[in-house]
């Protein structure tokens, strides 16, 4: 007996090749009506949302790396912070004893050389902190190739991202006393500097490409900088955040880096 003949017109797709052309179940991510999510670096919203969601996330599924480190630098600048107040104390119990007699007001070397070692307590605690940023960059940038940070990965980072943490906080605080603005303005635009450092950058280079990405995306970084004070303020409040709030920025803003950069985040691996 013959067979029928085979139905005419262009033989019917298979299941994949409709799942790949946004046929059925499997395709509807295809379709061309379905809202899609905007590219890295072009939205305002998604580029913030998609860092905050990043820097928790990877703060939470490597404790031990940012949180445990975090104690130990805590506990460092703590010690150092008392004893420089300690021994400024003693010095100015000093400079009162050996100064004129009760009634009498300090002289202006007197005065001055007190505030110079109030403001050297502080001074010697930045460097606690730069090492501190230092590791939670590196820490972030091991994340950002995938993997899970480790301790030591998180306590001690590159001497070039050390160099540029140096670098902006002594631009910053130059800045933060000619009126305080220029500070905050510098603090903007050298946001990025930290990620390009961790990326590979020199210093210098460092600094020049942060201005230049905070210049193209002014309103992202400026939302992503008022982000950055919050949470820093919050941190204060408690030892605990700080602790928490140190490593958050730094993973915040290499997570702004990659978006404003055109690469998407990877989502942080689990333990």
Same mark, same amino acid.
């Given at each position: ?47 913030? &949302? ?32 008392? /004893?420089?107040?300690?021994? $400024? ?8 004893? &050996? ?18 070692? &109030? ?5 010697? &605690? ?10 939670? $960059? ?36 130059? /800045? ?58 919050? /941190? ?32 942080? $691996?689990?333990?």
């Amino acid at each position: 007996m013959s067979q029928p003949p085979p139905p005419s017109g262009p033989p019917a797709p298979d299941a994949g090749a409709r799942a790949a052309d946004g046929a059925g179940p499997a395709g509807r991510s295809g379709d061309p009506s379905a809202p899609q999510r905007p590219a890295p670096g072009t939205d305002l919203g998604t580029d913030l &949302s998609a860092s905050l969601g990043f820097a928790g996330n990877a703060l939470l599924r490597s404790p031990l790396a940012f949180l445990g480190a975090g104690a130990l630098y805590m506990v460092v600048m703590i010690v150092v912070v008392l /004893g420089a107040f300690v021994a $400024a104390l003693l010095f100015a119990i000093a400079v009162v004893e &050996s100064g004129p007699a009760p009634g009498d007001e300090l002289t202006a070397g007197q005065f001055l050389l007190t505030i110079a070692v &109030s403001v050297g307590v502080v001074v010697v &605690s930045m460097p606690v902190a730069l090492l501190w940023q230092a590791g939670a $960059a590196r820490a972030g940038g091991v994340i950002l190739e995938g993997g899970r940070p480790t301790f030591g990965q998180a306590l001690v980072g590159p001497g070039r991202v050390f160099l540029t943490a140096l670098l902006v906080m002594v631009i910053v605080v130059i /800045g933060t006393f000619l009126l305080y603005l220029p500070g905050i303005i510098a603090g903007v635009f050298l946001m990025y500097a930290i990620p390009a450092a961790v990326r590979g950058a020199s210093p210098v280079a460092a600094l020049k490409e942060s201005v230049a990405l905070a210049r193209a995306h002014l309103g992202t970084t400026v939302v992503g900088y008022l982000a950055l004070m919050v949470a820093s303020y919050a /941190g204060s409040m408690v030892v605990i955040g700080m602790i928490a709030a140190i490593p958050f920025g730094v993973l915040l803003q290499l997570a702004l880096y990659e978006r404003l950069n055109g690469r998407e985040l990877p989502e942080p $691996a689990k333990a």
